[in-house]
């Protein structure tokens, strides 16, 4: 079985400029998942869908991310315009169901200049 | 935002030693989970826990759901080299499928 995929792996930018996260959960599952782990720290919970719905997106910065499950498979963050403070890594995850144990991909390290 | 608190924050650990370690929190949580983090790559689930009081091992790694419902304990036996790494607890807050993480405990094992 595939596992949670994510590109890019890493990405470089400035501030203000406009950055976007690519995630292919796991065949099959209706949930995904995408945090922010700054370094040093776990991950934050930004914002959750359940197939192409959001549930949860209590703490996604609102005037600058914004997120996107289009057909309820892929998923798409992206930053606009990106911050110093927005430097880390954007993990994707999924899982079968709402509260069932979620996998992770490898995760986008993000570096802001 | 809110993370749980995980002791202790780091660890230097000899080889073939065991290794204990917990997550605590205020609030009651319904499903703990434990993973394992390592450097470049997403956490890698280890042990998912049910109930208050359950004892669940996967190979060397025990893992506890406390009776309060608001802690819980993984201990890994004689560890090995690869048990380097960072290992993260999960929370899921009772009544709702949102899982809160922990602060991680990085763990580094001296051969």
């Known amino acids: 079985e595939a596992g949670v995929a994510q590109s890019p792996r890493y990405k470089i930018i400035e501030k203000r400029q406009s950055v976007a996260f690519w995630c292919n959960p796991i065949s099959g599952h209706a949930t995904l998942y995408w945090y922010q782990q700054i370094l040093g720290q776990g991950p934050k919970l930004l914002i959750q869908?359940?197939?192409?719905?959001?549930?949860?997106d209590s703490q996604l910065p609102k005037d600058r991310f914004s997120a996107e499950r289009l057909k309820g498979v892929d998923s798409t963050l992206k930053i606009q315009p990106a911050k110093l403070e927005d430097s880390a890594v954007y993990l994707c995850a999924s899982s079968f169901n709402r509260g069932d144990w979620q996998y992770f991909g490898p995760g986008t390290r993000l570096t802001v200049t | 935002g809110q993370q749980l608190n995980q002791s202790p924050q780091s660890m230097f650990i000899q080889e073939g030693e065991d290794v204990s370690m917990n997550c605590t929190s205020s609030?009651?949580?319904?499903?703990w989970l434990w993973y394992k983090q390592d450097p470049g790559e997403g956490p890698v689930l280890l042990i998912a826990l049910y109930k208050a009081g359950e004892l669940t091992s996967n190979g060397r790694l025990t893992a506890q759901f406390g009776i309060t419902r608001k802690d819980s304990f993984l201990n890994i036996s004689a560890s090995i080299p690869s048990d380097v790494g960072i290992y993260f607890c999960a929370g899921q807050w009772r009544g709702t499928y949102k899982y809160i993480f922990g602060t991680g405990t990085r763990l580094k094992v001296l051969a």
């Open positions: 869908f359940q197939n192409n719905g959001v549930v949860d």
């Open positions: 609030s009651i949580f319904n499903t």
